[in-house]
């Protein structure tokens, strides 16, 4: 894995073969910062990153200059992993991991975000109740995004908050938001 862009652009960052990851590609990842890089400033936001794995996608938010970066996840050897970056890159005043069921989180917190990234297994069953709980309890701040990581088996064109989905390989995206009135 690496670093696309940012104060860290080009490091890679080798993970423990005993995480049970399926981190997002770096074409995939790429592709969607490409996106967000038009849609906000990175140094304005606030992520929450849930199902954070490697912390994958909170390096990259934190080497393009964000802020606040939450990175969630129920594994402890991932959390750990993250903690041990965390000091590598001297991030711990933007970035921090904290071990717990990304839907218990979602169902408990109260801060809100500017982006929410989640990257459950794709086998999850709970797609359908974590979006549903991110706009109900009005986690996102004003022009907010849901970006649900997801494979091609997943289709959610129908839901209310939905706004575009896109294809990268085996990557998919879905990008939710609260309809602009």
């Known amino acids: 894995m690496r670093i696309v862009s940012g104060k860290f652009k080009g490091r890679h960052i080798k993970t423990p073969k005993n ?27 606030s992520v929450l990153d849930l199902f954070a794995g490697t912390g994958n996608i909170s390096f990259e938010f934190a080497s393009r200059g964000t802020q606040r ?16 970056m965390i000091e590598e890159l001297d991030i ?5 991991a904290n071990r717990m069921d990304a839907m218990e989180y979602v169902e408990l917190t109260t801060e809100k975000f500017n982006v929410i990234f989640a990257d459950p297994p794709y086998d999850y069953d709970g797609y359908p109740k974590m979006i549903e709980t991110v706009f ?21 064109s129908e839901h209310p908050y939905f706004e575009d989905s896109r294809k990268y390989g085996n990557v998919n995206y879905s990008f939710f938001s609260v309809p602009k009135s």
């Not at 990851?21 to 906000?40: A, H």
């Not at 711990?92 to 921090?96: G, N």
């Not at 022009?143 to 494979?151: A, C, K, Q, R, V």
Request: with cysteine.
């Open 136 to 156: 109900s309890r009005e986690l996102l701040k004003e022009n907010g995004t849901l970006i649900m990581e997801h494979d091609r088996r997943n289709d959610f």
């Open 92 to 96: 711990a005043d933007v970035l921090s």
């Open 69 to 84: 970066i939450v990175s969630i996840d129920a594994n402890k050897n991932c959390v750990g992993f993250i903690e041990q």
């Open 19 to 45: 995480l049970p990851v399926r981190p997002t590609t770096d074409y995939g990842k790429e592709s969607l910062f490409n996106i967000l890089n038009n849609w906000y400033y990175f140094d304005e936001l």
